[in-house]
């Protein structure tokens, strides 16, 4: 069974940054496929970054260039660094894992663990 939790999410202005976390409790993270997705009110949940054991990553067109995500293998926590950040980019953060196969998914149906969010509100 694999429990994630994030934090970090919280209210900045535009242009602002923060960096959200999200720990794994899980026995072998470095098995996993982390990813981060974000859910908007009245909108579907969409994909935003993931990123492999060995450090690839894949990023949603929309954030490329602003966001980083990362992660502590040996704290088992994945990390979304997020700069630049504009009111487009407030919704409901969510982390999610599940076995890494060798693809990098970014769709929801993919994952198969998820956190309960951390809201990112950025005003204007």
Known sequence: QVQLVESGGRLVQAG???RLSCA???RTFSNYLM???RQAPGKEREFVAAIS???ITGYADSVKGRFTI???NAENTVYLQTNSLNP???A???CAARVHTGVIHN???RYDYWGQGTQVTVSS
Do not use: H, L, P
Request: hydrophobic share 35%; glycine share 16%.
């Open 107 to 109: 769709t929801v149906r």
């Open 92 to 94: 409901v953060y969510y």
């Open 24 to 26: 794994a409790s899980v």
């Open 53 to 55: 054991w060995s450090g």
């Open 88 to 90: 487009g980019d407030t």
């Open 70 to 72: 990362s992660r502590d």
């Open 16 to 18: 602002g940054s923060m």
């Open 35 to 37: 990813g981060w997705f």
